[in-house]
């Protein structure tokens, strides 16, 4: 088996038209937009946005040689990689896979704390690295399915995995013959160029799709898990919760029925090459997501509220130093989320196609009520062997 990696992996200075050459394997997504205005030819990429601020390049090329390696040792349908397996959704995905007797490959980057969880679950670990695309191939062998939820750190360049990684990941999944991709993307990616990361993600999207990878793309709009640490622990600290005065609306989901509905997805052939969103059933502000957290702890939150205004000085004053562009680039993605956006989709036809109960899918007042009695139980638990042992001694 033998195959060439692309190299190719290089911004340009000027637009150039998503690529389809009928008589190559190539690979091509190329998106180059000014810093000041966004130019659309007239192609099957269309926006309304004709004047915003850009902030990212996202252009990528190179062909993927060997596509097609059969004949060759068949891979079973059951044997899957998780690329991002450590991360909030990642674990989640890799637990439910496990759970419906799939064979797991874990892409962990090398770290001080090996993964052991994973091990411990019944998963196999394999170090690689999506910055490093020589680390990328070995991981593939035997795999049919990868399921893409990885993102960069946050103290990482933006392009560095989320761009430049994921090319290269396609660029040897297509090589290597990969019969099914999972993309995690983000919901309305496509109506904010001016986010890095959101227009990154909507670039792949279209890079994945042009790949001719039988694929699955996935936008979701928030998890549940990420409301823990940011407003209900917090709170039962009795520490600050910071909120802004912008009523945007986010329809958090679980991790855990995100997972469900994506192996349900995936076993759906109906659903090849089709664009989902995963949305929870209701959208929520953060003032309603703080006011549930104070009603289910008992006590009041100290919110401190920081006005958009001030979101947006502070992410205009970053970009006056190199060393801050990444700190300016995730303040514009808090800048979309604390503007009057509704971050939802409907439902029910993804229900009817995946045929689920939308009944089944938890809501965020069962997931934070689940969460304060098991937490205050224990700490009432801990409160009372506390007080016994004070009576011993």
Request: hydrophobic residues 40%; charged residues 20%; contains cysteine.
């Amino acid at each position: 088996m033998a195959f060439r990696l692309p190299t190719q992996l290089a911004t340009r200075g000027s637009f150039h038209h998503p690529q389809h050459h009928r008589n190559s394997t190539a690979l091509s997504w190329r998106r180059t937009l000014s810093p000041d205005t966004l130019l659309i030819p007239s192609s099957s990429l269309t926006t309304k946005k004709s004047h915003v601020q850009q902030f990212v390049t996202c252009s990528a090329g190179g062909s993927a040689q060997a596509v097609n390696l059969a004949p060759g040792t068949p891979v079973r349908p059951t044997s899957i990689l998780v690329v991002g397996a450590t991360g909030t959704l990642g674990r989640q995905i890799v637990r439910r896979a496990l759970d419906e007797g799939y064979d797991v490959r874990c892409l962990v980057r090398p770290r001080p704390a090996p993964a052991d969880f994973l091990r411990d679950w019944g998963a196999t670990v394999v170090n690689a690295d999506l910055s490093k695309p020589e680390t990328i191939p070995a991981t593939l062998v035997g795999v049919h399915t990868v399921i893409d939820c990885a993102t960069g750190r946050p103290e990482e360049p933006i392009k560095t995995v989320d761009w430049e990684g994921k090319v290269a990941l396609v660029q040897c999944a297509k090589a290597m013959g990969i019969q099914k991709y999972v993309f995690f993307s983000i919901h309305n990616c496509d109506k904010h160029p001016e986010v890095p990361l959101m227009e990154i993600k909507y670039c792949t999207e279209k890079f994945i799709q042009d790949s001719g990878l039988p694929h699955i793309t996935i936008r979701l709009c928030g998890f549940m898990q990420g409301l823990i640490g940011q407003y209900a622990v917090p709170i039962l600290e009795e520490k600050s919760v910071w909120g802004t005065d912008a009523p945007t609306r986010i329809a958090y989901m679980d991790t855990q029925d995100i997972a469900r509905l994506t192996f349900i997805a995936l076993r759906n052939e109906k659903v090849n090459g089709k664009l989902l969103t995963f949305a929870g059933p209701r959208a929520w502000t953060t003032q309603e997501v703080i006011a549930l957290c104070e009603r289910l702890a008992g006590q009041d939150a100290n919110v401190t509220t920081v006005p958009v205004t001030i979101l947006r000085f502070t992410r205009q004053l970053t970009r006056f130093f190199e060393w801050t562009n990444d700190v300016a680039d995730r303040l514009a993605f808090s800048e979309v989320l604390t503007s009057d956006t509704v971050f939802s989709a409907p439902m029910t036809e993804t229900y009817n196609l995946l045929g689920v109960d939308s009944k089944d899918i938890i809501t965020l007042e069962k997931y934070l009520q689940d969460y304060f009695t098991n937490i205050l139980k224990k700490l009432k638990d801990i409160k009372a062997q506390s007080k016994q042992t004070d009576i011993i001694f």
